[in-house]
């Protein structure tokens, strides 16, 4: 157990129609948190990291951190780097021991995207158990959400979803569905479900093949994610809501204790509220007990 790709858990929440969360974290202690939490709910894991801290922290040093707390944790943990536009950068932290690299080349045209994607996938596949993420349409950020959902070429096509993983190979995939990177302007987001259920019929109505991931998890509705699930979600990544509460959690601890110069306790505090949100979360996914 423990150490595991992001695709073998994957495939397990796909079939019986739960997800796993993709927890983002940016130092040691959030990733102490959200394993924390996850062996609470005896969920399998995924953690990860965007490019900026793995290169900060060093991506060999958030492996090392990462193998220390997986192999000691009696549930499936995956780190995974999320939204990589760089190729060589996705190979290294292939090399240095990530389980789920994510190479986002969804800016570039369709023929670029697939040859940029196949490269990585070859790669992960020669060198390790390790599973790729693509994705396909714009994932936008919050600013732009409403303009972005409203627009058919902004979002995957189905279609073309079947041939991009065709000619990839790419294990898991993110479509382009109308959600968003930040916190939602509007508490009822327009998000295409329609179109989630088709590409995951096209591509797993005869088993599950290649899972698919639903990026922007801040601020979703429980019955938005429920739904989502419904159509095919298995993993859904949360990353702006766990770096507010990282921020409003410690700015809180340090503004009531203003005489105490005690970092510990400040990070206890963090870790304290991140594991709280984690947990929600699981709850919400429904992968708690499917360890
Ligand atoms: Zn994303």
Redesign the pocket.
Known sequence: MSVVNAKEIMVEAAKHKYAIGAFNVTNIHQMEAVVEAAVEKNSPLIIQTSVKPSKVLGRQVMVAVYRTLAEAAPIPICLHL??CTDMDYCKKCADAGYTNI?I?ASKQTYDENIRQTKEVVDYCHSVGDISVEG?LGT?SGVEDQIKVAEDEAALANPVQAVEFVERTGVDIF?PAIGTA?GVYKTKNPKIDFERMGKIHQMLNGNGIKVPLVV??GTGLPEDYIKKLIEMGGAKF?V?TELKHILIDATYTYIADHRDEYDPGKIDAAARDAIRHAVGHWIDMLGSAGKA
């Open positions: 999320d939204h994510m986002d994705e994932v993110a990177h990026h922007g990544n990353s």
